[in-house]
């Protein structure tokens, strides 16, 4: 093809932009139309190449967009119009910033000689987006829109990932307008040039400790996962022996069934990751940021280790705990590098210490610390019901969550053994997640199992989705677990405030098995043990429907372990009656 | 605990906000912060002077780095540099007073830029200690107004802030 002498297409700055996104290999995009974007959504008409996903609330599409890009590492895509939809938005936007999620959203806004008059449906979308974004910009000529979505993409999906606005004043969009057409190929800006290998002489010194190492351990975090490095930490983590534990938004990244696994660590870690880590002498962290829903009193936090911190993102580094051998870089060169390290170091690890630590290891796991007891009172266990549904899919579902006591059952208690598998709102903490989530999974990976597991309060913070569901289609399994309360506030209540519960009872609750039919889906009850196994198989082997599972679970029960506020990784209660 | 922080950054509307932001969100102080455009049309050259121990001071040029628009920064600070400030200063001039108030601002080699029977107006650069001094020297008078740009620096002999 002659491409240099072919005359570039003359286009309208809102097809540009649906071309661009096709461009860019785009197929979904999540959104809901409005004032601002009626001539985007007219290109959008015009042509069957990117298809829009119609929510039935802007926060939905965000969720949609974020979850496709937990299950890829891709990109996902929002539409929204000014005002309203853009505002609608922003919870979406910072539950994909707080998780490094890779997302690009398109806002409308009101005509460019408007901006700034309190025009019909404007609002400041570059100044209420700027906090909770990786970068955000504003279209100033349409004929900038291509080289701006590929700036787009690339700033979200590269170094620390994250969520991108691009904010499209309604002229630039205009129908009659005529650019010419082309899509660059390549973008590069001086000032971002993500790194993209570690320091050597850093991965030498890391290599040589971590072979010194009496009491390792391998603490791993989202970055593996949006990393792409899962296979890389488990080659490393095999090779030298070491026990490996996950945070909440690493699980996956380590298949959880491996006897190597420790659990998750952290406020609601088990009890041998959070002992293990403590004792520790040398920690490698991996992707992972000192969160403190892990770390618990950083003036405490494991005493003698030595710690390794490889991360992307420079400010992770040293920004809670001090590390001792800062790296940046991705994790994937990087621990592949650190193996290549370890294979050509004379040394090897130190077999005596690390059956020694492994004992203790093992003895902290026997205890069993935290694990939940079952009575004969009939009463589902919460934790029960997630069990029962892993064995029902065979540990290989897509598993999103909502936010609460429902959200960490499912973390320790669905084991994840596959990357990109579980999809949570880790660092925001966003009811009404998961359910937009599942659907934005299903919709990408049809033949998949999707389960959202939910409680009946987050539920209804997006139970309006279930329409959507209904018009593309999308077979997820919802997992209710119904306690009739706000269980994590309760929790907390009963903890620290004597049992008052102030606002956490859920007072009419509808019908869930009712409401889920009235949508055209399929609802079922589950209200005793006895029926838990044969009721879940029931809802499952309706393939592609959306299947709503309310079970009716012990509203008694707490989330365990739990740290001890304000003290060490290992102080920790371990049920009502029990603390370390 | 003092710092000057020298920041190149895209001549590009939002970029200013975006640091100022990020000083507002994460809980950094701004002594005193100045912007204008470079010989470079494409680039604006910041200088912040915020205070804080090094693990902040730390965080905050991570922080500034990571800013999409930010070209590069520097801490003055850490190596030798020269700094200087800006100050207008507009004080009551009475009959009394006006030879006096002339020559502290002579000796601080402050230059006077406008007069009126009863005012003067006098415009002085130096480090912000020395303005500093001229206010406290001119406590006797009547202070009218002030002022001031905010500092501005750079590293002394070789060492450059480029692209």
């Not at chain 1, 890779?102 to 700027?130: C, K, N, W, Y």
């Not at chain 2, 540099?81 to 004080?91: F, Y």
Request: aromatic share 6%; with cysteine; net charge negative.
């Amino acid at each position: 093809m002659s491409e240099a002498n072919q005359q570039p297409e003359m286009m309208s700055g809102g097809a540009m932009l649906i071309r661009a996104l096709h461009d860019q290999g785009v197929k979904y995009v999540y959104g809901y139309p409005g004032g601002a974007v009626l001539h985007i959504y007219d290109a959008i008409h015009q042509q069957d190449k990117v298809e829009h996903i119609l929510v039935r609330h802007e926060q939905a599409a965000t969720h949609m967009a974020d979850a496709y890009a937990r299950a890829t590492g891709k990109a996902g895509v929002v539409l929204v119009t000014s005002g309203p939809g853009a505002t609608n938005a922003v919870t979406g936007i910072a539950t994909a910033y707080m998780d490094s999620i890779p997302m690009v959203i398109i806002t409308g806004q009101v005509m460019s000689h408007l901006i700034g008059d309190d025009a019909f449906q404007e609002t400041d979308m570059m100044g209420i987006s700027r906090p909770i974004v990786k970068h955000n910009m504003s279209v100033k000529n349409p004929a900038d829109i291509p080289m701006m979505v590929k700036k787009a993409f690339y700033i979200a999906e590269s170094g620390r990932p994250g969520p991108v606005v691009i904010d499209v004043p309604k002229d630039m969009t205009m129908p009659n307008g005529r650019f010419p057409y082309h899509y660059p190929t390549e973008v590069s800006l001086r000032s971002y040039n993500p790194v993209q290998k570690g320091h050597s002489g850093q991965i030498r010194k890391a290599a040589n400790v971590l072979l010194s190492a009496k009491q390792p351990m391998i603490y791993s975090g989202g970055g593996i996962i949006m990393g792409d490095a899962s296979n890389e930490l488990r080659e490393l983590a095999q090779l030298l022996g070491y026990p490996v534990t996950n945070t909440l938004m690493g699980l996956g990244g380590y298949p959880a069934t491996d006897k190597q696994f420790v659990g998750m660590l952290g406020m609601h870690g088990t009890f041998e990751a959070n002992n293990a880590m403590h004792h520790a002498d040398v920690i490698l962290a991996l992707g992972a940021r000192f969160d403190d829903r892990v770390t618990n009193n950083v003036k405490k936090f494991c005493p003698n280790a030595t710690i390794i911190h490889v991360d992307i993102d420079p400010t992770s580094i040293s920004k809670t705990i001090d590390s001792h051998i800062p790296i940046v870089g991705p994790v994937k060169p990087v621990i592949a590098e650190l193996i290549e390290q370890i294979k050509a170091s004379e040394q090897k690890p130190d077999a005596e210490a690390l059956a020694a630590w492994w004992q203790q290891i093992n003895e902290w796991r026997e205890r069993k610390g935290g694990h939940y007891k079952t009575d004969n009172s009939g009463q589902i266990k919460p934790q029960q019901v997630v069990e029962a549904v892993w064995r029902l899919t065979k540990g290989d579902a897509y598993v999103t969550s909502d936010v609460g006591q429902h959200q960490m059952f499912a973390a320790q208690y669905y084991r994840f053994d596959k990357p990109y598998r579980w999809i949570n709102s880790g660092g925001l903490g966003t009811m009404g997640f998961g359910l937009p989530a599942a659907m934005g999974v299903k919709l990408n990976f049809p033949e998949a199992e999707v389960v959202c597991v939910t409680g009946e309060g987050s539920i209804q913070m997006n139970i309006q989705e279930l329409s959507t569901c209904k018009q593309y289609g999308l077979g997820v399994k919802i997992l209710n677990l119904n306690n009739g309360y706000l269980g994590m506030v309760k929790q907390w209540q009963d903890m620290n405030y004597e049992s008052r519960y102030s606002n956490s009872y859920m007072d009419s609750l509808p019908d869930f098995m009712k409401l889920a039919e009235a949508y055209g889906h399929i609802g079922i009850t589950i209200r005793h043990i006895d029926e838990l196994e044969a009721k879940l198989a029931e809802a499952f082997s309706y393939k592609d429907r959306l299947v709503f599972i309310d079970v009716i679970v012990d509203p008694t029960e707490h989330v365990y372990p739990m740290q001890v506020p304000m003290g060490k990784m290992n102080d920790m209660f371990l049920s009502k009656t029990e603390r370390t | 605990m003092r710092h000057l922080l020298s920041v190149l950054m895209e001549n590009e509307p939002g970029a200013l906000a975006r640091v100022v932001g990020l000083f507002a969100q994460r809980g950094y102080n701004i002594e005193s912060l100045t912007v204008a455009p470079t010989e470079d049309k494409t680039l604006s050259r910041m200088t912040l002077v915020t205070k804080g121990e090094d693990k902040v001071i730390e965080q905050i040029t991570k922080q500034l780095n990571k800013l999409i628009e930010v070209v590069k920064v520097i801490d003055l600070t850490e190596g030798a540099h020269v700094e200087r400030e800006l100050m207008l200063i507009k004080v009551k001039a009475p009959t009394p007073v006006r030879e006096e108030i002339k020559r502290t601002a002579d000796i601080f080699r402050g230059q006077i830029i406008d007069v009126t029977p009863t005012s003067y107006t006098i415009q002085l650069t130096g480090t912000s200690d020395k303005l500093d001094a001229f206010i406290e020297a001119l406590s006797g008078m009547q202070i009218l107004e002030v002022a001031r740009t905010g500092v501005s620096g750079v590293s002394r002999g070789e060492k450059l802030l480029l692209v």
